[in-house]
């Protein structure tokens, strides 16, 4: 199964950076290190800025997932690397460009002047992954970019979120949910009615719902923000 695939709300990923997340950094459902062992790619972190040149050729309006394989705004990213990228997603307006990341506070690092060459560009998507109630403060920094689209990646869905604060539902504009994959292809599924509560307050705030494949789940609702 290719990377996209098993991804889902995205047909297409592109890598500007190289490399694995450094041990300290890495959840225990990162799922990157297997391919670089397989290819035997160059594991240390390091700027490929021609990976963009695939987006430079396609001319159809398109959706990447930004750093698939890394998370652009972890501690371990040169800043001078994360304005470099900014700066080639800046000249391809015709696509958006996804940012999923568990690091949110460091995006206020940039600012929020659009006249700044450090900005976030505007054809950016914001995410944060979530995966139980305790994680639910990591969305706070990504209410303050108020003129960008930004989403919520519940997979895995590892524990109840219970009910969230208002203040979070009314600036999410999307929310991904799936289940932990794990070795050979097998699933840890969350509970129904997690998974029922969080559908009921999405409806309730006319929230968009990509429900993933490998949520074991009978309504496979796959909504994508128009934004």
């Known amino acids: 199964m290719s990377i996209e695939k098993s991804i889902g709300w995205v047909k297409h990923t592109v890598n500007p950076i190289g490399g694995l997340c450094p041990e300290e950094y890495r959840c ?42 890394h998370d652009l705004f972890g501690p371990w990213i040169p800043r001078d690397w994360i304005v470099r990228i900014f700066n080639q997603v800046r000249k391809l307006q015709r696509h958006t460009f996804l940012i999923l990341t568990k690091y949110p506070e ?42 960008l689209t930004k989403f919520i990646s519940f997979e895995p869905f590892l524990g109840d979120v219970g009910d969230i604060h208002e203040d979070v539902l009314r600036r999410v504009n999307w929310i991904i949910i799936g289940a932990l994959t794990l070795p050979g292809g097998r699933t840890k599924q969350p509970e129904r009615e997690w ?4 559908l009921k307050q999405a409806d309730r705030h006319k929230i968009p719902v990509f429900v993933k494949s490998n949520l074991d789940w009978p309504e496979k609702r796959q909504e994508i923000p128009r934004r």
């Open 195 to 198: 998974v029922k509560s969080l």
């Open 28 to 69: 225990s459902y990162y799922y990157v290190p297997p391919f670089y062992d397989r290819f035997g790619w160059e594991t240390a972190p390091h700027l490929q800025l021609e990976a963009f040149e695939k987006c430079r050729k396609r001319k159809k309006p398109t959706r990447y997932f930004l750093c698939s394989t």
């Open 106 to 147: 460091r995006t206020l690092d940039f600012p929020q002047t659009s006249d700044s060459l450090d900005t976030i560009p505007r054809n950016c998507w914001l995410g944060v992954t979530i995966t139980n109630r305790d994680d639910l403060r990591r969305f706070w920094p990504l209410g303050f970019h108020r003129r």
